[in-house]
């Protein structure tokens, strides 16, 4: 079982940056492959990024290419998500997933593949 706690939303204006942290509890972290989604209000929830548990192999929803990284420190059991020059847009709850993986190459884009999910952290872009 693993439980996820994301952090570090809030408001910023449009070209602003924020990052945000989802720390896992667990033995095997390290052994997750995580990924970040988003929802806004009457949407669906989109894929973001993700990253391998190695740390080595991530992928980007083209909107955010150029703009988002997600990093990870399996020493502390965190995921990160910086996220500069923020657009009104990238206005969502944010969540965070993890679901275990054989392979250190494995990236996963896909929601319903996750098997556990954070809370949620709201950020606001205003423009």
């Known amino acids: 079982q693993v439980q996820l706690v994301e952090s570090g939303g809030g408001l910023v204006q449009a070209g602003g940056s924020l990052r945000l942290s989802c720390v896992a509890s667990?033995?095997?972290?390290?052994?997750?492959?995580m990924g970040w989604f988003r929802q806004a209000p009457g949407t669906e929830r989109e894929f973001v990024t993700a990253i391998s548990w190695s740390g080595i192999y991530t992928y980007y929803a083209d909107s955010v290419k150029g703009r988002f990284t997600i990093s990870r420190d399996n020493a502390k059991n965190t995921v990160y998500l910086q996220m500069n020059s923020l657009k009104p847009e990238d206005t969502a709850v944010y969540y965070c997933a993890a679901v275990l993986t054989k392979l250190s190459t494995v990236v996963v884009t896909s929601a319903q593949q996750y098997d556990y999910w954070g809370q949620g952290t709201q950020v606001t872009v205003s423009s």
């Open positions: 667990g033995r095997t972290f390290s052994m997750y492959a």
